[in-house]
C-alpha cells in the first residue's frame, strides 16, 4: 500500500467541484469509472445482483451507477451516500430528469459512518471510488455492517498492478488524483477477509489501459476544443494536466496500475 498524508476529503471535494471533474465527465460520461455501463453491467452480473434487490452505493458521486443498476440489472431501490454535496444536488436532479427519484435517493455523509440501518441492504456498491477514501479498513467494515446476512459487497477500484511503483511514482500519482492511498488486490481481500466477509472475486478487470489509450484519443483527436473550455481556455492547465494524464497512462501499460473486481458475500 502506498499513503500520502496531505490529501483529504476537501481535495477530493475541490476535484470534482472544479474543472478537472468537468474534463473527467467530457471525456467518461456520467458513468465516472473505468468502462462505464459495460464495467456495471459485468459487476452486477457477478455479484448476482437480482430483481427486487435494495441497494447502497458507497461514494455514490452523482448516482449514475445507481440509475443503471434500476434500469438495466433489476435492483428495485438504491440509496447513494456521498461527501460532496455539489454532486448529490447533481445526482438528485437527474434522478428526476430520467423519472427515478422515487426508486433512487441519496445522502450526503461518510461512507465509513453513514448512519443507515444496519443489515438491510441487499448488497452496497461501488465504481472506482473508494481510493478516495482515507480510512479503508472502516469503509469495509461499514459496508459489512450495512449488508444483510447473504447479502453481497461488490466493488471496482483502481489498485496497484503487479508491477509495483516506486515511492516517487506513487506519489506523483496519489497527489495528481486527489487519492489519500491506493491498495493492490491483497489488501483489498485481507480487509474484506478481516470485516468478515467471504471473498468470491477478487481480479484485475484487464481493461485499464486500453480505455486510457481511448480517453487520450478523445481529447486529443476530438474534445480537444471542449477540453480546454472547461478550463477556461488556459493552455498551459491544460498541457498540465494531459501531462499527468500520460503519466497514468504509462502506469497502466507498465502494469503498474490497475482496476480491480471485488465481489465478497456476508455469510
Known amino acids: 500500500m502506498h499513503r500520502v498524508t496531505d490529501i483529504g476529503l476537501a481535495d477530493v471535494q475541490a476535484e470534482y467541484g472544479a474543472a478537472d471533474g468537468d474534463i473527467s465527465q467530457l471525456i467518461m460520461g456520467e458513468q465516472l469509472h473505468v468502462g462505464g455501463l459495460q464495467s456495471t453491467v459485468v459487476l452486477a452480473a457477478r455479484a448476482e445482483i437480482g430483481t427486487g434487490m435494495v441497494g447502497v452505493d458507497l461514494c455514490c458521486c452523482t448516482g449514475a ?26 445526482g438528485r436532479q437527474l434522478c428526476s430528469d430520467e423519472g427515478l427519484n422515487e426508486r433512487i435517493s441519496f445522502v450526503v455523509g461518510d461512507a465509513c459512518a453513514t448512519d443507515l440501518p444496519a443489515e438491510a441492504a441487499d448488497f452496497v456498491w461501488g465504481e472506482d471510488a473508494w481510493c478516495y477514501v482515507s480510512d479503508k479498513p472502516a469503509l469495509i467494515a461499514e459496508a459489512a ?123
Not at 443503471?68 to 438504491?78: H, I, K, P, T, W
Not at 484485475?204 to 489509450?213: G, I, N
Not at 471542449?226 to 504509462?250: H, I, N, P, T, Y
Open 65 to 90: 451507477g445507481m440509475r443503471a443498476l434500476v434500469r438495466f440489472c433489476g435492483a428495485e431501490r438504491m440509496i447513494g451516500v456521498d461527501a460532496t454535496a455539489q454532486v448529490v444536488e447533481r
Open 145 to 267: 455492517r450495512l449488508l444483510r446476512p447473504g447479502g453481497v459487497v461488490a466493488f471496482t477500484d483502481w489498485v496497484e498492478g503487479p508491477a509495483p511503483m516506486d515511492r516517487d511514482e506513487a506519489g506523483r500519482l496519489l497527489r495528481f488524483m486527489r487519492f489519500p492511498s491506493i491498495l493492490d488486490i491483497e489488501d483489498y481481500r485481507r480487509l474484506l477477509v478481516n470485516a468478515g466477509l467471504r471473498v468470491e472475486t477478487a481480479e484485475d478487470t484487464d481493461r485499464f489501459a486500453r480505455y486510457f489509450e481511448l480517453y487520450r484519443d478523445m481529447i486529443t483527436m476530438q474534445l480537444t476544443y471542449d477540453a480546454l473550455k472547461a478550463v477556461g481556455f488556459d493552455s498551459e492547465r491544460m498541457e498540465a494536466l494531459e501531462r499527468e494524464r500520460d503519466f497514468v497512462r504509462q502506469l497502466a501499460h507498465q502494469r503498474s496500475l490497475t482496476q480491480a473486481m471485488f465481489v465478497a458475500r456476508k455469510p
